[in-house]
């Protein structure tokens, strides 16, 4: 039997209309870093400029990933509607490093390939970021400044941060872990020597 195509093509649109209705609300993306309209200091960098080379952050395998995710207990819940824009690591690392070179407007901080080897290298190994659904945000790292002269001594640190705030939404709980990474950036700066 074959059908009419003025009732193929209303089958076919009322389908459409159908699926539209099922569908679930927009993915929402957020980063770690601040608004683009920031004000930000312009560098004065000379030719004989210290470099510090931010490597990419060190996390445990489940939070490195675009993955928002809250805990309840042992329970590790996933945001079905938001994600981060990038890996976890990636936006801690980018936002520790403007941080960081926010404070040290006249040398060359950055995440990125030099075209030679830095005057000092940041590592930072996160071993818990933990938010969980009642609001309490808990961040253990270790880092160590490593200078480029093997003569110099290796810093080593860590930190036990806290911070508490509202989770009720996804921009409230990306808020909250961006206080945390704030706070390390500004222990990690403090281990940071300054350039003789």
Same mark, same amino acid.
């Given at each position: 039997?074959?059908?009419?195509?003025?009732?193929?093509?209303?089958?076919?649109?009322?389908?459409?209309?159908?699926?539209?209705?099922?569908?679930?609300?927009?993915?929402?993306?957020?980063?770690?870093?601040?608004?683009?309209?920031?004000?930000?200091?312009?560098?004065?960098?000379?030719?004989?400029?210290?470099?510090?080379?931010?490597?990419?952050?060190?996390?445990?395998?489940?939070?490195?990933?675009?993955?928002?995710?809250?805990?309840?207990?042992?329970?590790?819940?996933r945001s079905p509607?938001?994600?981060?824009?990038?890996?976890?690591?990636?936006?801690?690392?980018?936002?520790?490093?403007?941080?960081?070179?926010?404070?040290?407007?006249?040398?060359?901080?950055?995440?990125?390939?030099?075209?030679?080897?830095?005057?000092?290298?940041?590592?930072?190994?996160?071993? !818990?970021?933990?938010?969980?659904?009642? +609001?309490?945000?808990?961040? @253990? *790292?270790?880092? #160590?400044?490593?200078? =480029?002269?093997?003569?110099?001594p290796l810093i080593?640190? !860590?930190?036990?941060?806290?911070?508490? +705030?509202?989770?009720?939404? @996804? *921009?409230?709980? #990306?808020?909250?872990? =961006?206080?945390?990474?704030?706070?390390?950036?500004?222990?990690?700066?403090?281990?940071?020597?300054?350039?003789?």
């Amino acid at each position: 039997m074959m059908f009419p195509p003025r009732r193929i093509a209303l089958a076919f649109l009322g389908a459409c209309t159908l699926l539209a209705g099922c569908a679930s609300p927009p993915l929402r993306l957020y980063t770690l870093g601040m608004p683009g309209d920031r004000d930000i200091q312009q560098p004065h960098l000379s030719a004989r400029l210290t470099t510090i080379e931010v490597s990419r952050a060190v996390l445990p395998d489940y939070l490195d990933s675009q993955d928002m995710i809250t805990r309840q207990g042992e329970e590790v819940i996933r945001s079905p509607r938001s994600r981060w824009a990038t890996r976890l690591s990636l936006g801690i690392t980018d936002l520790v490093t403007n941080e960081i070179a926010s404070s040290h407007p006249n040398e060359l901080i950055t995440d990125q390939p030099l075209a030679d080897a830095a005057n000092m290298r940041v590592q930072i190994n996160v071993s !818990r970021f933990d938010v969980n659904v009642d +609001g309490q945000a808990i961040l @253990d *790292a270790n880092w #160590a400044v490593i200078p =480029r002269d093997p003569k110099k001594p290796l810093i080593r640190n !860590r930190a036990h941060l806290t911070a508490t +705030g509202s989770v009720s939404t @996804d *921009a409230d709980t #990306a808020s909250l872990m =961006r206080k945390l990474v704030i706070q390390l950036a500004d222990q990690v700066n403090l281990s940071i020597p300054s350039a003789q």
